[in-house]
């Protein structure tokens, strides 16, 4: 078996619920095996189908990329350097394998008729029923790994598509529309930024797209999530570290991979000033895409994240990638509140409190409907508890906030406006805020109040990001 050909890997994708991901399993790698000499780019110089000749197109029919006499593992191949050792391959020991020598011999031992009783999806990409099932858009990608080819000119190497599945009754069609785009598949991801990297010269090019949302109105966190596409990255990532302020809130930690298995997710936690996700024996292997997700209180900075190499080889031990990460927090969770129902009110702020900024707020979510909460607030840190709830109010006068007192709305949100004077006498002011309101149907306070989760708010334009 000659080992110098192209290999063609594919991927199908779909954006639905603000979450970009891929809905295929991994792929086989259609081996090619004949360039045709055809002339749907140009007039063409034609070959003995042994290389592409100049200005030849090749393309053929998809039964031809769905035979499975052509298609092996990827894990065989090398897609940094487009290498692969047919000695001992899928190709060479056959399926079921021939007995010894023959299956480690280097002549193919799969035939057309083992290949043939693989059946009609046999090593073809799957999509489950339910993935085609959701209302969203939806892309499929092919790619060519071309030994030789360097990194500047392969981003032309891989292009998708957009489709759309509709069941028949019996079968899915889909119908591609659109034009093509070259590169990732994650720049159909409307809204996200898409960044790259390679381990130097040594391993592949991973993506990291990601998207931020808006600030949550009840809670104040915004939503991180991300999406990475391993392309030709031969060791594959184990872990993903993005870095985030030490005192941020972290919640709703989320990871997705392509298979339906929940024992070897990958873990998630905060260690220190990073949010780790972590799964070095299902490492996101190259032409796949995994998805990570969480929710923080801190705000998006334009910074790096860290992709770490699932196995031993050449190059660092890491590839950094340009991205979105929680890393300005201006307004700190000092705990939570106090109510008899699960769920204390909320306390956040609208964004920064910068001298003169007129419209600094705070917000309260999770009140009773219309009725009146009292924003408090002090400049001594500290907290003390009272009644079995927590005061995050300092030593000293506790000061009532001039338009702090106000009514929830319909959906029990309360806001208070907290214009910051510009005055360099506020630089560096550190203000601890709470609200008591009050609930009819009775709480821990005074018989009828509950307390809010504790605010720290960190006034000026010096602040740094993190606390
Ligand atoms: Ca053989
Ligand atoms: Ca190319
Ligand atoms: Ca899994
Ligand atoms: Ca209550």
Request: hydrophobic residues 30%; glycine residues 14%; negative net charge.
């Given at each position: 078996m000659d080992p110098d050909h192209p290999f063609i890997a594919f991927l199908l994708a779909r954006e639905a619920n603000g979450r970009f991901e891929q809905i295929s399993d991994r792929s086989y790698v259609k081996h090619g095996f004949f360039a045709l000499s055809s002339t749907f780019c140009s007039a063409c110089i034609g070959t003995d189908g042994t290389r592409l000749g100049l200005g030849c197109s090749d393309t053929y029919s998809v039964g031809n990329n769905g035979d499975n006499f052509w298609l092996g593992p990827p894990a065989e191949i090398d897609p940094w350097l487009g290498l692969w050792d047919p000695v001992c391959s899928h190709f060479d020991r056959g399926e079921p394998a021939v007995a010894p020598p023959n299956d480690c011999n280097g002549a193919r031992s799969l035939t057309s008729s083992q290949a043939n009783a693989l059946g009609s999806v046999g090593h073809r990409i799957r999509v489950r029923d339910a993935d085609f099932n959701v209302p969203g858009a939806f892309w499929f990608q092919g790619m060519y790994v071309i030994e030789t080819e360097g990194d500047r000119v392969r981003e032309d190497n891989l292009a998708s598509r957009a489709f759309v599945p509709s069941w028949t009754g019996s079968s899915w069609n889909l119908v591609e529309s659109g034009v093509q785009l070259f590169g990732s598949v994650l720049q159909r991801w409307a809204g996200a930024s898409v960044k790259?990297?390679?381990?130097?010269?040594?391993?592949?090019?991973?993506?990291?797209?990601?998207?931020?949302?808006?600030?949550?109105?009840?809670?104040?966190?915004?939503?991180?999530?991300?999406?990475?596409?391993?392309?030709?990255?031969?060791?594959?990532?184990?872990?993903?570290?993005?870095?985030?302020?030490?005192?941020?809130?972290?919640?709703?930690?989320?990871?997705?991979?392509?298979?339906?298995?929940?024992?070897?997710?990958?873990?998630?936690?905060?260690v220190g000033n990073e949010i780790v996700f972590s799964g070095p024996s299902n490492p996101l292997a190259w032409n796949t895409i995994y998805n990570f997700w969480f929710d923080s209180d801190a705000a998006p900075v334009l910074d790096t994240v860290e992709l770490d190499q699932a196995s031993a080889g050449p190059g660092a031990a890491f590839v950094s990638v340009t991205s979105s990460a929680p890393l300005a927090l201006y307004n700190v969770y000092l705990g939570p509140g106090c109510d008899f129902d699960p769920v204390p009110p909320t306390l956040f702020a609208n964004g920064r409190a910068t001298l003169g900024n007129a419209a600094f707020a705070l917000y309260s979510g999770g009140n009773t409907p219309f009725m009146r909460s009292y924003l408090r607030f002090s400049i001594t840190p500290g907290s003390h508890v009272r009644g079995g709830c927590t005061r995050y109010l300092g030593p000293g006068p506790a000061f009532s906030l001039a338009a702090g007192n106000n009514l929830a709305d319909a959906t029990g949100l309360c806001g208070f406006s907290a214009p910051i004077p510009s005055d360099i006498a506020y630089e560096g002011l550190n203000v601890s805020m709470q609200t008591l309101s009050r609930d009819p149907s009775g709480g821990p306070v005074r018989s009828f109040f509950d307390l809010s989760d504790g605010l720290l708010v960190r006034l000026g334009n010096a602040v740094p990001d993190c606390p």
């Open positions: 790259s990297s390679t381990n130097g010269t040594d391993d592949g090019r991973l993506f990291v797209a990601v998207k931020v949302g808006g600030q949550d109105q009840t809670n104040g966190t915004y939503h991180y999530e991300y999406a990475v596409h391993n392309r030709d990255n031969r060791r594959g990532v184990g872990a993903l570290r993005i870095p985030i302020c030490a005192s941020a809130r972290v919640m709703n930690l989320g990871f997705g991979d392509i298979d339906q298995e929940a024992g070897n997710d990958w873990s998630a936690s905060v």
